[in-house]
């Protein structure tokens, strides 16, 4: 959904919401008859006018217009970096504004209280101290979400844990953190007059729960049951434990904050009722309604991706421009000097075309055997380019000793396009490759000089398939495993792949 969109959305909202306020004070006039029981018994006279229904048109107007300008106005411009300093002292003063307001509007509906006091002063003291709580919270959650409205997304997409689903499950959970937010800013304003701390509690750490538990079974538990071919059963049993790990997490941090009071209990109730009775079944649902039948449009997808990207794959690789360079160099070795290093140019083409027509052909190979390729490819370069005395190829390839695995010829296009954008016979140029692992992370970067080819060179004018291609096979292989870096300059072209492998 566009953010313009979003924006209206949220106005219509936040606007029905107010005029549903303004209704519901106006149509509790007659209930609200009864608080003057409490100004009589303080012997003060009582207006339903002034005592109740302008305050509270008052109370509920600043909330609304607050939340327009902190969610319209004041957070969007902050977070662009626009006019950061006004718009800071602009929140600051409708902020204290809200707290008079406020204040004075619970003089007026609740000028009973003041004669509980000694004097005046304690009296205000006390109404403004309310105020302030009331208003700095409901305020700091306006604010938390208009930043969240702005960033939330970019934020989560920086979570390594959420980023490896993908941004459709990304953008689910900012709507729902998003939902969260607006029924706890609801809350508060629903609950303005009699400010409910124990309910804005549970709603504050129920819903939250419920939520991370909920994408946690759709997104980790049930994939990893299906994959067993489990139904309903084992994943509720191993739900429930899941459950009772978070209710001891739960039940030691309620000791710590709420030391053995009501609220801990009820808390620790709902939540685990919850997250068995209305969690778990209605992930189990989602799951089997959406993520399923897109989990197996994906795979179909991915296996036809697949089938189309090798064959794509092949075509590129197989270079009659790259080939014939190679012979021509290797029949001028041969005739300027021994047989040696023409022969053992032939040996690497020919291990090349080998590697290229049979073990292209398979899902995963070693990555000893795909660095064995690259090398060969390089040295075959060399041997080509050895005569120029201007051409610096640098390589810093570690020698593969590890059971990693990879699919054929990813890394390929990479260095391909470095030799075949970055060399030039005339003029000065460079390439440098690096490859190494950790643990079962595979690091690659590969630079090379740019320089603008000749009219007459037969690959000015071809974009080529290749890194496209790779982009494609990435995408569909290693979703959420890779990390692809491209940047170009004026003089250098820079590669940098992290890849996750098995």
Not at 62 to 68: A, G, K
Not at 250 to 269: E, H, M, R, T, Y
Request: aromatic share 14%; with cysteine.
């Amino acid at each position: 959904m566009e953010t313009k969109n979003i924006n209206q959305l949220e106005f219509w909202i936040s606007t029905t919401i107010y005029v549903l306020a303004v209704i519901g004070i106006c149509s509790t006039l007659g209930s609200n008859i009864d608080r003057s029981y409490f100004f009589k018994e303080a012997h003060i006279s009582y207006n339903i006018i002034g005592n109740y229904l302008i305050p509270e048109l008052f109370k509920a107007s600043v909330l609304y217009s607050s939340f327009l300008l902190f969610n319209f106005c004041f957070v969007p411009q902050m977070v662009s970096s626009k006019n950061v300093a006004l718009n800071i002292i602009l929140s600051i003063v409708i902020t204290f504004v809200s707290i008079l307001v406020w204040m004075v509007a619970n003089t007026y509906t609740e000028a009973y209280l003041l004669l509980r006091y000694n004097n005046l002063d304690d009296a205000y003291d006390v109404f403004f101290g309310n105020a302030i709580g009331y208003i700095i919270i409901t305020y700091l959650l306006f604010n938390g979400y208009a930043y969240f409205n702005e960033r939330g997304l970019a934020l989560l997409s920086k979570i390594n844990y959420l980023k490896k689903y993908g941004s459709e499950m990304l953008a689910a959970f900012f709507m729902a953190i998003k939902i969260w937010l607006i029924t706890l800013m609801v809350l508060l304003v629903v609950n303005s007059l009699r400010f409910n701390t124990d309910l804005i509690l549970i709603w504050a750490i129920v819903p939250p729960l419920n939520i991370a538990f909920a994408f946690h079974s759709i997104f980790e538990t049930i994939p990893k049951i299906k994959k067993q071919s489990k139904q309903f059963g084992k994943y509720f049993w191993k739900n429930i434990i899941h459950i009772l790990v978070v209710m001891a997490a739960l039940l030691v941090l309620a000791l710590i904050l709420f030391n053995g009071k009501d609220i801990a209990a009820i808390i620790l109730i709902i939540t685990s009722l919850t997250l068995i009775f209305f969690t778990t079944p209605l992930s189990w649902y989602i799951y089997k309604q959406k993520f399923e039948k897109q989990s197996q449009l994906q795979f179909l997808k991915t296996e036809l991706g697949k089938s189309d990207a090798n064959l794509n794959f092949l075509k590129s690789q197989i270079n009659p421009h790259f080939l014939f360079n190679a012979l021509n160099t290797l029949f001028g070795t041969a005739l300027q000097e021994n047989a040696e290093r023409t022969g053992e140019g032939i040996q690497k083409l020919g291990d090349m075309m080998r590697f290229m027509l049979h073990e292209n052909t398979l899902d995963k190979i070693s990555l000893a055997r795909e660095v064995e390729y690259l090398n060969n490819y390089i040295d075959l370069q060399k041997l080509r380019t050895s005569r120029t005395a201007d051409i610096k190829i640098e390589t810093q390839i570690e020698e593969q000793l590890s059971n990693l695995h990879i699919t054929p010829m990813l890394l390929i296009p990479f260095i391909e396009n470095a030799f075949k954008h970055g060399i030039s016979m005339q003029q000065p140029s460079y390439i440098k490759i690096t490859l190494q692992t950790k643990e079962s992370t595979l690091y690659f970067d590969v630079s090379n000089s740019i320089y603008i080819k000749p009219d007459n060179d037969p690959e000015k004018l071809k974009s080529g398939i290749g890194l496209e291609n790779v982009k494609q096979r990435l995408s569909l292989l290693y979703l959420g495993k890779h990390e692809l870096i491209i940047r170009e300059s004026a003089k250098e072209f820079f590669v940098h792949l992290t890849l996750q492998l098995d």
